[in-house]
């Protein structure tokens, strides 16, 4: 009986994927790396555009008010899917959903955001209620705050 290691001592530790696994190895690895830098990418540009567009306290604003609203959407809404579909359905779906919306939203809302801005009622309700000027403020610019909503949600989903 031949007791002879696979792989040398270093490529044991550093590389031990057999040549036969390369096949599903590197697309995976791949997929890996571009969600990652996805993920990476958009946490960086929500944080962005919070702080250039908006102050600071609409940041509480949106953590408090609209997501964790919407991340419970999102978990039922993916127990949902969950139940219907297999796991390969299941990361299409959720890969689907926010490749559209990121495309959507890099495309036509941020671009266009300034048109798209509800200014007058933010006006109207920052005279009325000064004290919560932050989640006015995350109103108005709900293109940025729809975007800010789904790099959360991507962080947690993906």
């Known amino acids: 009986m031949s007791t002879k290691k696979e792989f040398g001592?270093?490529?044991?530790m550093i590389f031990p994927i057999h040549k036969s696994e390369l096949r599903k190895?590197?697309?995976m690895a791949f997929i890996f790396i571009l969600i990652s830098f996805c993920y990476a990418l958009t946490r960086s540009l929500k944080d962005m555009n919070i702080l250039k567009e908006m102050n600071a306290t609409a940041i509480y604003w949106l953590k408090a008010v609209a997501i964790t609203p919407s991340?419970?959407?999102f978990t039922v809404l993916y127990g949902k899917v969950s139940r219907s579909t297999g796991?390969?359905?299941r990361f299409n779906a959720v890969m689907i959903y926010f490749l559209a919306f990121f495309?959507?939203?890099l495309v036509f809302l941020l671009p266009q955001k300034e048109l798209l801005q509800l200014n007058t009622l933010s006006k109207l309700l920052e005279a009325k209620f000064p004290s919560l000027i932050g989640l006015w403020g995350a109103i108005c610019h709900w293109p940025i705050s729809l975007?800010?909503?789904h790099a959360e949600a991507w962080g947690l989903l993906h």
């Open 25 to 27: 190895f590197l697309p």
């Open 71 to 73: 991340m419970i959407f």
């Open 87 to 89: 796991r390969d359905g």
């Open 103 to 105: 495309t959507l939203s």
């Open 147 to 149: 975007f800010y909503i």
């Open 9 to 12: 001592n270093m490529r044991g």
